[in-house]
């Protein structure tokens, strides 16, 4: 098979639907993450999340993606709340108590790993694909899970949309107006949990942050609008998701969910050069034209005084 001929493969099919999926829902989810300055945040909790699915195989004994996905969002939440705890409790900034959760998390994720790959059923519980993902092992109903989160996700980002804005850009605003800011702000750290919960399985713990703020990123460069920006960041995703399923099935040996993190930033590298405002190409074109323009005037002003010299001189 050839070109878009693969496509009609239906395991094929299921890949690409659920690649577009969650590249739409989390470029949507993301802009908001990355507008509140928490592009760390999708990180920590992604990597949070492989100790709550190492938990769930070793209390259930079972490779269930259900269970994983239970896991994994009760472990990303349990670290939503320990960011949250420490940054109010103590003189720790937000960043460096991502980082102390990043790491911890991942480290205990990483002891309980080996563990569980030196018992008796280790090798065959699959465990550490979702280190980097394997979009390949996804099944109708996976892609039917992934179909109603993702929707989910879309439906909640637009009935907040507004409460969200606020929050992005002003959250003392928000509270003057009576809006509750810290149920807001749990709201938005719980979808990006769900979020990273659904790309564990495709994306990986490792890279899943990448799909989710790397759209969005690329998006700010094209738009000072909040709404454009949520739909192209979305549209980006997307069509990282379509691309990198399509490259991982022209050629063999070659995964999914990295080509797929790697659509994304071709993306993001193409909106730094070329976009019209914000992009280094038109940031160039505009500091020649300034530059061109002040020696115009230069000139004109040098040229007005030697007429005026010459004026005074004939006078």
């Given at each position: 098979m050839s070109g878009f001929e693969v496509f009609l493969d239906p395991n094929t099919q299921w890949i690409l639907m659920g690649s577009i999926l969650l590249g739409l829902s989390s470029g949507v989810l993301g802009s908001f993450a990355y507008l509140r300055k928490q592009s760390l945040m999708g990180d920590a909790l992604a990597h949070a999340a492989l100790p709550g699915v190492c938990i769930a195989f070793m209390i259930t004994g079972t490779k269930s993606i259900l269970f994983f996905l239970i896991g994994a969002a009760v472990a990303g939440i349990l670290a939503t709340f320990a960011i949250g705890f420490i940054t109010r409790n103590t003189r720790i900034k937000q960043d460096s108590a991502l980082g102390i959760i990043l790491s911890v998390f991942f480290g205990f994720g990483i002891v309980l790993l080996t563990q569980i790959q030196h018992s008796e059923s280790g090798n065959q519980s699959g465990l550490d694909k979702f280190l980097f993902g394997q979009a390949a092992s996804m099944v109708q109903s996976d892609v039917n899970t992934m179909m109603v989160i993702s929707l989910f996700l879309?439906?909640?980002?637009?009935?907040?949309?507004?409460?969200?804005?606020l929050l992005s850009f002003d959250p003392g605003f928000a509270r003057g107006l009576g809006f509750p800011v810290a149920f807001l702000d749990q709201l938005l750290m719980f979808l990006i949990v769900v979020a990273v919960v659904v790309g564990i399985q495709a994306v990986g713990v490792v890279l899943?942050?990448?799909?989710?703020?790397?759209?969005?990123?690329?998006?700010?460069?094209?738009?000072?609008?909040?709404?454009?920006?949520?739909?192209?960041?979305?549209?980006?995703?997307?069509?990282?998701?379509?691309?990198?399923?399509?490259?991982?099935?022209?050629?063999?040996?070659?995964?999914?969910?990295?080509?797929?993190?790697?659509?994304?930033?071709?993306?993001?590298?193409?909106?730094?050069?070329?976009?019209?405002?914000?992009?280094?190409?038109?940031?160039?074109?505009?500091?020649?034209?300034?530059?061109?323009?002040?020696?115009?005037?230069?000139?004109?002003?040098?040229?007005?005084?030697?007429?005026?010299?010459?004026?005074?001189?004939?006078?």
């Open positions: 879309i439906t909640m980002c637009i009935l907040f949309f507004k409460e969200f804005k899943m942050a990448s799909l989710l703020i790397t759209p969005a990123v690329a998006a700010r460069y094209w738009t000072e609008r909040l709404g454009v920006m949520v739909v192209l960041s979305g549209l980006f995703g997307l069509i990282s998701g379509f691309l990198g399923t399509w490259v991982s099935t022209m050629a063999h040996h070659l995964p999914t969910g990295p080509l797929t993190v790697l659509a994304a930033t071709i993306i993001f590298i193409l909106s730094v050069l070329f976009a019209p405002k914000r992009g280094v190409i038109a940031k160039v074109l505009l500091r020649k034209a300034v530059r061109k323009e002040v020696l115009m005037n230069k000139a004109q002003c040098k040229g007005n005084g030697m007429n005026h010299v010459k004026e005074g001189k004939v006078g």
